[in-house]
């Protein structure tokens, strides 16, 4: 009787762990490193999101306070600091008596890019499409080059209800990517210095180029695969047919 109350134990547990598993990240993700410079961005400016939301869901105001809500939370070790689009708003405006918020979208987001880079290292910006299927895009941009350093998009489950709370986690969810995903980036780039010095700087690209070929080469065979197994998947146009 003890084992079998052992058992029964057991496989609760079992349970709870999967079923709490598959309620801590929601949907499917997909992330791009676009550059090694991600590891020195220490300071981000949050972004106005792209958004047009439809009557279920947050409001812009509402996307972009779970944002900032989630950067901090995420930030448990103050590695980092945030600056909302809230208080860069502000600070513009007492700074330079020029209210963003009265401006045309265009001309608030070409005011942003043109000042951000004295607020933060990078800042974040989010992109919603919200037809059929939430995708959900966030970028993480140089605040002077204003090139992309990392992307994050996550499609959201088909029946999930478009609510706070599925926003929350998915802004959630990207900000812990974005961490374990500097520890990976970290790791890669002390393992290629390593490798420079060992092998030349010349040699050391020669290898480089032939091993990015071969990763390439796997690409167009997993693509192919991906697409032989759901035909109206278009490779390259990410997940908007699924």
């Known amino acids: 009787m003890k ?3 052992q058992l029964l134990t057991v496989l609760c547990v079992m349970v709870m762990g999967t079923q709490f598993a598959f309620a801590w990240e929601v949907g499917s993700s997909k992330e791009t490193v676009y550059s090694y410079d991600m ?31 989630q950067a901090v939370k995420a930030n ?19 700074k330079e008596h020029i209210d963003i918020y009265r401006l045309g979208r265009h001309k608030a987001l070409e005011l942003f890019k043109e000042r951000v880079k004295d607020y933060g290292d990078a800042y974040i910006v989010c992109t919603v499409s919200n037809d059929t299927r939430l995708n959900v895009f966030f970028d993480v941009v140089d605040s002077k ?17 478009r609510d706070e709370k599925l926003y929350t986690e998915i802004c959630r969810d990207f900000f812990n990517a974005y961490s374990d995903k500097l520890k990976v980036v970290a790791k890669e780039k002390k ?13 050391y690209e020669k290898y480089k180029k032939e091993k990015l070929a071969k990763q390439k ?10 697409r032989y197994l759901r035909p109206d998947h278009r490779v390259g146009r990410g997940w908007g047919n699924e």
């Open 76 to 94: 448990k070790k103050q590695q980092f600091s945030y600056m909302s689009y809230q208080d860069f708003c502000r600070t513009v405006n007492q």
């Open 191 to 203: 393992e290629e210095d390593e490798l420079i010095m060992k092998m030349g700087k010349e040699n």
């Open 145 to 161: 080059s204003h090139e992309v350093l990392y992307s994050y998009r996550k499609l959201a489950p088909k029946t999930a209800p």
């Open 217 to 226: 080469a796997q690409e167009i065979e997993e693509n192919d695969l991906d």
């Open 39 to 69: 590891l020195n961005a220490k300071s981000f400016v949050i972004g106005n999101p792209q958004f047009s939301p439809n009557d279920e869901e947050p409001t812009v105001e509402e996307l972009t306070k779970m944002i900032y809500d």
């Open 3 to 5: 084992k079998i109350m």
